[in-house]
């Protein structure tokens, strides 16, 4: 797999800490609590595709079935769950201790555990797909604190159904 299909899995990977953050952004975070949320969702991309990939293949090991279909239903899921969360209309916004920017960060780094459990399909070194999709995650973040008070509204929603889509397409595309 090309690279530059890395990249599109980690910005549609990084869209659910995007749109997220969209709202967190509207709270005034001062921009040492804006850095630091975006370096944990950064690491925590950084880790969970990796710890995906060691289980995965530990499960591949034992079930007979091939690395593509599980990466077909994988992204298949995983941009099925981003597209129905989109349309949930409301979205609690509240002030964030240390515990919970590390809660944040692993909630939006769900999938790129998912993700790991196939990556070694996706492309040949691991270490770079973690490294991209955590420089992905970490700008996604950031950028949306940093616009969260002025696009919150119409780009929230829009930025998770776009990302859902997209990992669909590229499940599909490994699929047949």
Request: net charge positive; charged share 10%.
């Amino acid at each position: 797999m090309s690279i530059v299909m890395v990249i599109i899995i980690a910005v549609s990977l990084s869209m659910d800490a995007f749109s997220l953050s969209l709202a967190y952004g509207t709270l005034n975070m001062e921009k040492q609590e804006m850095k630091l949320l975006s370096i944990i969702v950064g690491i925590y991309h950084f880790v969970m595709p990796l710890i995906g990939m060691w289980i995965g293949n530990k499960i591949l090991n034992f079930l007979p079935i091939r690395p593509n279909t599980v990466v077909f239903i994988v992204l298949l899921v995983i941009g099925i769950q981003m597209i129905i969360e989109s349309f949930k209309q409301t979205r609690e916004v509240s002030f964030m201790k240390f515990s919970e920017l590390l809660i944040f960060g692993l909630a939006v780094s769900i999938d790129s555990f998912s993700v790991g459990l196939s990556l070694r399909v996706i492309y040949s070194n691991p270490f770079i797909c973690a490294t991209i999709f955590s420089l992905s995650s970490f700008l996604f973040t950031y950028l949306g604190l940093y616009l969260g008070k002025k696009i919150n509204d119409i780009v929230g929603h829009i930025s998770t159904r776009i990302g859902g889509i997209v990992l669909i397409i590229i499940g599909f595309f490994y699929f047949f």
